[in-house]
C-alpha cells in the first residue's frame, strides 16, 4: 500500500500533465480499436465458407461487364439454388448530394436471392409487372419524402438512352425495408429489362451475377466450377463470396489494411514520445525526492519498478478509456452498421482488446524504462547538488 501512496502522489503531482497524458493516450487506443477492426478485415484470409451467396465478376476488373447469357449457364451448376444479377447506374435526384446507389436487377430473382429485403408480394409483383419499375429502401423514401405512385426522375451520368435523352422516370412501385441491416435501405432498384432495352450502349451485359447456394459447405466447389467454365473465354471470370467483392470493391481506393497500419504505426510512435517525455520530466523535478527514498534504505530495484509503475498507470487507464470508447462508438453509436454498407461485414474481436492491452504494457515500458534507469542509477550526493 506504501508503494502505491508514492506512485499516486508522483501521477497528482502536475494533474494537468497527467490528464492530458491519459487523454493522448486514450485518443491513440480509440483509434487502435476503430482501426484495427477495419484493418483486419482486410489482412485476414476469406472464409468461402461464410456465405450462402457468391458473386461472380469479370476477372479483369469489377467494372468490366459480363455477358447476360451467363445468367442460364450459371442456374445449369449442380448447388446453386438461384441466381440474380446487377448493374450499377449511377445517374443523380436532383442534386449530386443526394447521393444513392442505383442498381438495375431481375426483379422476381433479385428478391429471392436477397430474401432478408422484406418486401409485400403485391409490391414485388408490381416491380416485376411494370416495365418503368422502380424500389427503394425504406430509409431512402423518408429521407426524400417518396411515397407508392411517386415518378421519379434521375439524370444518367453513365448510361444515355437510345434517343440522346438523359433524364430517365421510373415509377415507384414499392418499398421494401431490412431492419436487420438499415444500410439496405439506402439503396434503389430498377427494372433490368426497361434499363437494358432503353440504354444507348451496353445491351445484353450485366455488371455482376450473384449466386445463391444451397449449401455453404459447396461454396468452394462451386466457385472453381464457375471460373473453370469461363477459363479461356473472352469474358473469365472471378468468383468470391459477398464479404471478398466488398473488400475488393473498398479497396480500390488503396491497399486499406497497410494504410489504417501505417497510421497507427504513426500515431504510437508519436504516443511513445509524448509518455517518454512525460516521465522523463517528472523524473527530473523529483531528484530530490529520489535521493531521499535512497537515503532511507529504498532499493535501487524498487526505485526503477516505481517509475515503471507510474508508466504502466498512465499507459493502461489510457487504453482502457481509448478502447472503451472505441467499443461505444462501434456497437452502441451505430460505426459497426455504417462500416458494414461500405466494407463489409467488420467485427470488433475480442483479440484486438487483448492486443491493445498488450501494446499498452509494451508502451509503458518503452517509454518508462529510459527515466526509470536514470533514476535507478541516481547518486544521492548527484541528486542533492542539483538541488
Known amino acids: 500500500m506504501k508503494y502505491w501512496t508514492i506512485v499516486y502522489a508522483g501521477l497528482t503531482r502536475k494533474k494537468w500533465r497527467t490528464v492530458l497524458t491519459i487523454s493522448s493516450i486514450a485518443i491513440a487506443f480509440l483509434l487502435f480499436g476503430l482501426l484495427r477492426s477495419v484493418a483486419v478485415a482486410f489482412t485476414e484470409e476469406v472464409d468461402l465458407a461464410g456465405d450462402d451467396r457468391l458473386v461472380v465478376m469479370s476477372k479483369l476488373s469489377f467494372i468490366e461487364p459480363l455477358p447476360f447469357s451467363y445468367w442460364q449457364r450459371l442456374k445449369s ?11 450499377w447506374f449511377g445517374g443523380t435526384y436532383q442534386d449530386r448530394s443526394n447521393f444513392f446507389p442505383k442498381w438495375p436487377v431481375p426483379p422476381k430473382e433479385y428478391f429471392e436471392v436477397y430474401s432478408d429485403l422484406i418486401i409485400s408480394e403485391k409490391e414485388k409483383n408490381d416491380f416485376i409487372n411494370t416495365r418503368t419499375g422502380m424500389v427503394v429502401g425504406q430509409r431512402l423514401a423518408e429521407r426524400f419524402n417518396w411515397k407508392i405512385g411517386d415518378k421519379i426522375p434521375i439524370m444518367g451520368d453513365i448510361y444515355p438512352k437510345k434517343d440522346g435523352e438523359m433524364l430517365w422516370t ?4 414499392g418499398i421494401f425495408s431490412n431492419p436487420d441491416n438499415l444500410n439496405d435501405e439506402d439503396q434503389a432498384f430498377l427494372n433490368y429489362y426497361y434499363f437494358d432495352e432503353a440504354r444507348s450502349f451496353g445491351e445484353g451485359t450485366i455488371g455482376n451475377f450473384v449466386v445463391q447456394v444451397d449449401d455453404k459447405a459447396d461454396n468452394e466447389r462451386i466457385a472453381k466450377e464457375i471460373d473453370t467454365m469461363f477459363a479461356n473465354s473472352s469474358d473469365e471470370t472471378k468468383t468470391g463470396t459477398e464479404a471478398s467483392f466488398s473488400k475488393m470493391f473498398a479497396s480500390q481506393i488503396g491497399d486499406v489494411g497497410f494504410i489504417m497500419n501505417s497510421i497507427l504505426s ?11 517525455n512525460t516521465m522523463s520530466q517528472a523524473i527530473r523535478e523529483r531528484t530530490s525526492e529520489l535521493a531521499v527514498f535512497k537515503t532511507i534504505g529504498y532499493l535501487d530495484s524498487t526505485i526503477l519498478l516505481l517509475v515503471l509503475a507510474e508508466s504502466a498507470i498512465l499507459c493502461l487507464l489510457g487504453a482502457i478509456i481509448g478502447i472503451g470508447l472505441a467499443l461505444f462508438l462501434f456497437f452502441g453509436g451505430g460505426l459497426q452498421d455504417s462500416l458494414y454498407g461500405f466494407f463489409g461485414d467488420i467485427a470488433f474481436k475480442p483479440a484486438i482488446i487483448g492486443s491493445a492491452m498488450l501494446l499498452a504494457i509494451l508502451t509503458a515500458i518503452v517509454s518508462g524504462l529510459p527515466p526509470a534507469i536514470f533514476a535507478m542509477r541516481l547518486k544521492v550526493v548527484d541528486a542533492l547538488r542539483r538541488n
Open 77 to 87: 451448376i449442380e448447388g446453386v439454388k438461384q441466381v440474380a444479377h446487377r448493374e
Open 266 to 276: 504513426a500515431v504510437f510512435f508519436t504516443i511513445l514520445l509524448v509518455t517518454g
Open 170 to 173: 421510373f415509377d415507384l412501385v
